[in-house]
């Protein structure tokens, strides 16, 4: 015969009493800055702290500590001459594609493959996404985001998503494609179609703020800030567009605890091994690419082709094309060619807001198709809107400002 429910009960309440001890609490101060960071009167102030803090890290160790204080002295005082002296005929197609501009005297303005291509992967790029994931790791593995998720959960509810977003939303910031792959812990398809489309228009990735630190250091505040409100406003349009659900975060806050660095240094390479295989062939083969479209002529045709919209919709240079393309293959090299183009200060903040909204790269495209091609129709079309409309608002801004 069946125990009744509450003979099950009886039972339980039997086992508990011989295995689950008591005590009396101690409040630890762990527990009180738990409380501190996850309340929005003082959570909100910790938040920016911590991410001005993130940020300023970044900013010293990828561009000035690693990139102008010793890549720099490396590639363009000893890589660069022994290149353009150990290789034959300058005269060639192959040193153009290779090592680039015999005139060069930086491998910035090179734009060989073997030049500007490892310079900007190796001397640029891997210091930037090497400081990010090691930062993001540590608050990771410390219980911060944790904390971080529920305190911009009300703030994301306004454009459809909740807290967990800003995982991936920080992930995004390091390389969008392991990014969109989080977009999974979303609940429902309306927010991952959401998140996964303004990760692929408004998040740079860590490579490219790398790249933008380097050329435009002056101007990126002010891009940044472009994309966080484009960020807001089209994800408040999705949010009212698209039907579906938002519901409530559910959420386990773990304690805060000091990381286990061998957690950190295995989370670390993982990473950074990576974006290795995955972004330096890239952007190697980018520059090749984009060194054969400007030989055979397609660049500049794209250019006379595209003139009308560039110069009089968003308002900036027709030269602006080349890099456009390069962007689809890696934006990080799309910046870099910005860079050597000449135009007004906010023509190039114009461009380089373009470039961060233009189409991902093609890393994180092969990613997105993996989600269902339909979701990726549909962020496409997405994607192409934001850029008429955005990119002509801004220069119609700069019109208003008179900076245009």
Not at 22 to 27: A, S
Not at 81 to 104: E, H, K, M, R, T
Not at 342 to 361: G, H, K, N
Request: glycine residues 10%.
């Amino acid at each position: 015969m069946g125990l009744t429910a509450d003979e099950r009960w009886d039972i339980i309440d039997a086992i508990t009493q011989r295995t689950v001890g008591t005590g009396t609490y101690r409040r630890t101060l762990g527990d009180a800055l738990g409380d501190l960071t996850i309340q929005p009167l003082t959570g909100i102030p910790v938040a920016l702290g911590v991410l001005y803090a993130f940020w300023s890290i970044f900013g010293s160790f990828a561009g000035s500590l690693v990139t102008d204080g010793f890549m720099v002295k490396l590639f363009d005082s000893s890589w660069l001459p022994w290149l353009q002296a150990a290789w034959p005929n300058p005269d060639s197609i192959l040193y153009y594609l290779f090592v680039g501009d015999p005139a060069a005297d930086n491998c910035f303005e090179a734009f060989g493959a073997l030049t500007s291509g490892l310079f900007v992967a190796i001397g640029v790029v891997l210091p930037a996404v090497l400081i990010f994931y090691l930062m993001m790791t540590v608050l990771e593995d410390s219980g911060y985001l944790p904390r971080l998720a529920v305190l911009m959960d009300t703030v994301l509810h306004k454009i459809g998503l909740h807290g967990y977003a800003i995982v991936p939303a920080i992930l995004g910031l390091g390389c969008n494609v392991p990014a969109v792959t989080a977009t999974r812990i979303l609940e429902t398809r309306k927010q991952r179609f959401i998140m996964m489309s303004l990760l692929a228009i408004f998040i740079p990735c860590g490579a490219q703020l790398g790249v933008m630190l380097e050329v435009i250091p002056e101007t990126v505040g002010l891009v940044m800030l472009y994309l966080i409100i484009g960020f807001g406003i089209f994800g408040f349009v999705l949010d009212r567009l698209i039907p579906g659900s938002n519901p409530e975060i559910l959420i386990d806050v773990p304690p805060y605890r000091w990381p286990a660095w061998e957690n950190v240094t295995r989370k670390l390479w993982s990473r950074t091994k990576g974006f290795l295989k995955e972004a330096v062939p890239f952007v190697l083969l980018g520059v090749l690419i984009v060194n054969v479209l400007y030989l055979t002529g397609v660049i500049a045709a794209l250019a006379d082709l595209f003139a009308p919209l560039f110069v009089t919709w968003f308002g900036v240079p027709k030269e602006t094309v080349g890099p456009l393309v390069a962007g689809f293959l890696r934006k990080d090299l799309a910046v870099a060619q910005l860079s050597t183009i000449a135009m007004t200060p906010y023509q190039m903040i114009t461009s380089v807001v373009l470039v961060s909204i233009y189409f991902p790269c093609v890393a994180t495209f092969v990613v997105m198709l993996r989600e269902g091609w339909r979701e990726l129709l549909a962020a496409i079309a997405v994607l192409i809107a934001v850029v008429f409309i955005y990119g002509g608002l801004i220069h119609a801004i700069g019109i208003l400002m008179g900076v245009a």
